[in-house]
């Protein structure tokens, strides 16, 4: 069965303000609450996923992650609201591209071997 691939990346002049990476990053940052276990949880390295979200809180007007400063408790790091609301707009983009794509590309579809 032929696959169509969509992928969005949003540029904010030739940086990558966000795509599918830091996407799939976000979601595991709120869901384990740590760069570090997140980027396990990728098999990525600590100083690429520090890079991931320095370069998405670069490019919002505010922070997509914050981070707490250990202690007693440990440190740890959070998606903001407005993470949440990027990921949430970037993931129903995305829903829509791909319904979109694989109508239009139908017809190309029935030509494949």
Same mark, same amino acid.
């Given at each position: 069965?032929?696959?169509?691939?969509? !992928?969005?990346?949003?540029?904010?002049?030739?940086?990558?303000? +966000? %795509?599918?990476?830091?996407?799939?990053?976000?979601?595991?940052?709120?869901?384990?609450?740590?760069?570090?276990?997140?980027? !396990?949880?990728?098999?990525?390295?600590?100083?690429?996923?520090?890079d991931l979200v320095?370069?998405?809180?670069?490019? +919002?007007?505010?922070?997509?992650?914050?981070?707490?400063?250990? %202690?007693?408790? %440990?440190?740890?790091?959070?998606?903001?609201?407005?993470?949440?609301?990027?990921?949430? +707009?970037?993931?129903?983009?995305? !829903? !829509?591209?791909?319904? +979109?794509?694989?109508?239009?590309?139908?017809d190309v579809i029935?030509?494949?071997?």
């Amino acid at each position: 069965m032929p696959t169509i691939k969509t !992928k969005i990346q949003i540029l904010n002049d030739s940086n990558s303000a +966000f %795509g599918p990476g830091k996407a799939q990053l976000l979601l595991a940052i709120a869901e384990h609450g740590s760069i570090s276990v997140a980027a !396990k949880s990728m098999n990525m390295s600590y100083k690429r996923a520090w890079d991931l979200v320095n370069a998405m809180n670069e490019s +919002f007007k505010e922070p997509l992650v914050v981070t707490k400063i250990g %202690g007693s408790h %440990g440190g740890g790091a959070e998606v903001t609201a407005l993470g949440l609301r990027v990921l949430s +707009f970037y993931q129903e983009a995305l !829903k !829509k591209s791909e319904v +979109f794509i694989h109508t239009q590309m139908s017809d190309v579809i029935k030509l494949l071997k």
